[in-house]
C-alpha cells in the first residue's frame, strides 16, 4: 500500500470517528435536556433577568454557569431551586425581585426581547453550557461559584460583574 492510498483510508477512519464523536455529544446533549424542568428553566430565567437582565448575553449566560456549578457542588444544595433560595445568597430573592419577576414569567413577559434572552441563556446553562464567549474570547467557568458588581480576589470580570 502506498503512502497515498493509506492517508486517504487514515482520514476516513478520522471523520468517521468525528461522526461518531458527534453523534455521541447530541445523544448526550438530548439526555441533559431531559435533567431539567419547565421550573428550572422559569427560575434560572428569572433569577438571570434579576442579577444580569441589564449585562450582554455572556453576562446572563455566565450567572447561569454559577448557578448550575453551585447545584453540582456538595458545598451547594442541590437543586436549581435550592441554590437561587438559599438563605443570603442571592439578593433579588430576599427583596422580592425574584418573586416578581416569577410572576411576570408565568404571565408571558418571557417571549421576547431581554427576558427571552434570559431563557435562551437559562436553558443553556441548564443543558450543560461551563463555556462563556465575552468580547471574542472563549471563558472557561467550571470553577466560578461566586459573582458579584464588587468581588474581592476576583479572576474575572464580565461586564458589570466579577467572578470567582
Given at each position: 500500500m502506498n503512502f497515498k492510498t493509506l492517508a486517504v483510508r487514515?482520514?476516513?477512519?478520522?471523520?468517521?470517528?468525528?461522526?461518531i464523536l458527534t453523534g455521541?455529544?447530541?445523544?448526550?446533549a438530548a439526555e441533559r435536556?431531559?435533567?431539567?424542568?419547565?421550573?428550572?428553566?422559569k427560575q434560572m430565567a428569572t433569577i438571570i433577568f434579576c442579577e444580569?437582565?441589564?449585562?450582554?448575553?455572556?453576562?446572563?449566560l455566565a450567572v447561569g454557569v454559577v448557578v448550575m456549578n453551585r447545584k453540582r457542588s456538595s458545598l451547594y444544595p442541590n437543586s436549581v431551586e435550592k441554590?437561587?433560595?438559599?438563605?443570603?445568597?442571592f439578593s433579588?430573592?430576599?427583596?422580592?425581585?425574584?418573586?416578581?419577576e416569577l410572576k411576570r414569567y408565568k404571565e408571558g413577559k418571557y417571549e421576547s426581547g431581554v427576558r427571552a434572552q434570559c431563557v435562551k441563556a437559562a436553558k443553556e446553562a441548564l443543558e450543560g453550557?461551563?463555556?462563556?464567549?465575552?468580547?471574542?474570547?472563549?471563558?472557561?467557568?467550571?470553577?466560578?461559584?461566586?459573582?458579584?458588581?464588587h468581588l474581592s480576589?476576583?479572576?474575572?470580570?464580565?461586564?458589570g460583574h466579577d467572578f470567582k
Open positions: 487514515m482520514m476516513a477512519v478520522v471523520v468517521m470517528v468525528g461522526m455521541a455529544a447530541t445523544s448526550r435536556e431531559e435533567d431539567y424542568t419547565k421550573k428550572d428553566v444580569a437582565g441589564n449585562q450582554t448575553y455572556a453576562g446572563k441554590v437561587i433560595t438559599q438563605r443570603g445568597q433579588p430573592v430576599a427583596s422580592g425581585k425574584w418573586k416578581a453550557a461551563t463555556e462563556v464567549t465575552y468580547k471574542g474570547e472563549d471563558i472557561n467557568m467550571k470553577k466560578y461559584c461566586f459573582f458579584s458588581q480576589g476576583a479572576k474575572l470580570r464580565i461586564g
